[in-house]
């Protein structure tokens, strides 16, 4: 059985307030606040002792402590003398304690509120810092890789042949699905367009230039983005927090070498041959909606496509993949070693490096498109 | 006694972040073969002092001499080549993960000398037995014990005979029996390789039973208020936060 916390006051001298204590004082039940005690006491300025009886006290937990602490600062601002005789032992222990080790206010935490216009210069040095940061990751990046050619770079040829696998063979699948969709779509959004005029047959023309020249390095730039770039930002993150990276600076080996170039290489190896295969996987979705649904025949369709595709499409479509996997493989290395040493920081380096790759893919495919407008190709 | 050879000298330094001072002026002198304590309590900069020392952390102002050189006012070359005459184990091992520990040892043995894999392979297999541990060469850090990581880190960081040991807080996290074997370790390779330990702690246990040096850092004066033996500190010292501290909060 039990009783609900009880808290009754009364004055037995002008200038003591005693605060008696019943029932049961446990967290979770409804307890009263030392709001009431305030009040009690702003009705009375001549009070300048609270005491307690707490003979009637069945049973307490912080509840009571959370209590009796609020009631120390009152007291300590009101200039109260806060007497804890009356309290049950264990609990003027526990109050010594927590008051044992005075409360730090001069903790560099402390920051005030912000005004606009402050954060809005903040966040824009930030944004210059960041810049400079990424420049200077791209830079020793490329110094990495003239070490390479050098033949002085560092790394272990076994995890290159590990990432390459993790990043080529293992993403098939996916590449396969999204890229098979994508020409399925491409095929009916142009079917339904190119019926009207009874021009089914560029269908094939318009999936394989689609697919080739474009579409399937930007799919698959962004499902390796999503699925290798985070990888790598969550890979080294947690090596920085383990301070792996670290003993790595400490024994003069250079991480850029160590690890980011070989995920530099595999990616800008792979990403071609993934692209290669997405096109083949695009095309033949195109060709079975043509062939199964327009009613075009297999090699009619299949000359189609091989007229309109050519070598420059076919160029561009393996350059953009080889863009794209130097700006996922950076993307996330660079989210990762600038990682922070919390478990937070980790899931925050893999999700800036999904952004920041996107981000790079997209811009990277406007510069392309330009320029091949420029070119004339 | 013979005269001690200074190994490593601090002058004036101050450690910050940002404009966030976290200790300033100090100024001490680790001499070869010395067990060199760096003590004192949470949050005083003690693991900072260390990256310092190592080189992965720019000091706000003073200097780092690695016998006459400046080591921060050198260049990048001369750093890594003091550096690597240095081995650090880090409070967690930081052992490279993706790899064996016959592979994490056998890494700065490929990178600096020209060993055969075979001589490697031998090196490595001594080095885990110096710590305890032949027979886990084909081990991957996330199967085995904390404390077996650290040792494993010790071993690592001894691969290369560096002339000098770094140690960040070695028996955290043990049993106080790992920890005591940890402590006989790291007394016997100075006894028999002459290697100067800088180690960071705050295990009085530890303190007290290897320590031949050390250096207080103070964190409510944020500066180092002694340095010296720890044992003659304890018996010498009138510093009330020196005493609270080695006497572990008893007063006297």
Known sequence: MTARGEMIMEEPSADTLKVILSGDWKLGGELPGAGKVQQRLDGRPGVRNLVFDTRELASWDSGLLTFLMNLGTLCSRQKILFNRDGLPPGAQRLLALALAVPEKKDARQAEGRVSFLASLGNQTVYLFQSAGEMLEFIGDAVVAILRLLHGKAQYRRSDLGLIMQAVSAQALPIVSLICFLVGLILAFIGAIQLKLFGAQIYVADLVGIAMVRLMAAIMTGIVMAGRTGGAFAAQLGTMQVNQEIDALKTLGISPMEFLVLPRILALAVMMPLLCLYANIMGILRGMVVGVGMLNIGFIEYYNETAKAIGLWNLGIGLFSGFVFGVIVALAGCMRGMQCGRSASAVGDAATSAVVTAIVGIILSTAVITILCNFLGI | ?252
């Open chain 2, 1 to 252: 006694m013979t005269a001690k050879e200074a190994h490593i000298t601090v002058q004036d330094l101050t450690m910050a972040y940002g404009d966030f001072v976290l200790m300033r002026d100090l100024t001490f002198t680790i001499n070869r073969g010395d067990i060199f304590i760096i003590m004192g309590g949470s949050g005083c900069g003690k693991s900072t002092m260390m990256t310092i020392l190592i080189g992965l952390k720019a000091p706000a102002k003073g200097r780092v001499l690695y016998g006459e050189v400046d080591f921060w006012g050198a260049d990048q070359p001369t750093r890594d080549r003091i550096i690597r005459r240095a081995g650090v184990m880090y409070q967690s091992g930081a052992l490279w993960s993706s790899m064996t520990l016959a592979e994490n040892i056998a890494l700065p043995l490929e990178t600096y000398t020209d060993l055969s894999p075979s001589q490697i392979r031998e090196v490595v297999k001594l080095k885990l037995a110096l710590v305890g541990m032949a027979g886990f060469e084909e081990f991957y850090p996330s199967e085995i014990s904390g404390g077996m990581q650290k040792r494993a880190g010790i071993a690592r960081a001894m691969a290369l005979d560096p002339e000098v040991l770094f140690f960040d807080e070695p028996s955290a996290g043990l049993d106080p029996v790992s920890a005591r074997r940890l402590d006989d370790l790291i007394l016997e390779l100075r006894e028999s390789l002459g290697t100067t330990m800088v180690i960071v702690t705050h295990e009085l246990a530890s303190i007290f039973a290897i320590g031949s040096n050390s250096v207080f850092l103070d964190v409510s004066k944020r500066t180092m208020t002694a340095t010296g033996n720890p044992n003659q500190l304890l018996a010498e010292t009138h510093d009330p936060n020196l005493r609270l501290f080695l006497t572990r909060g008893e007063q006297s």
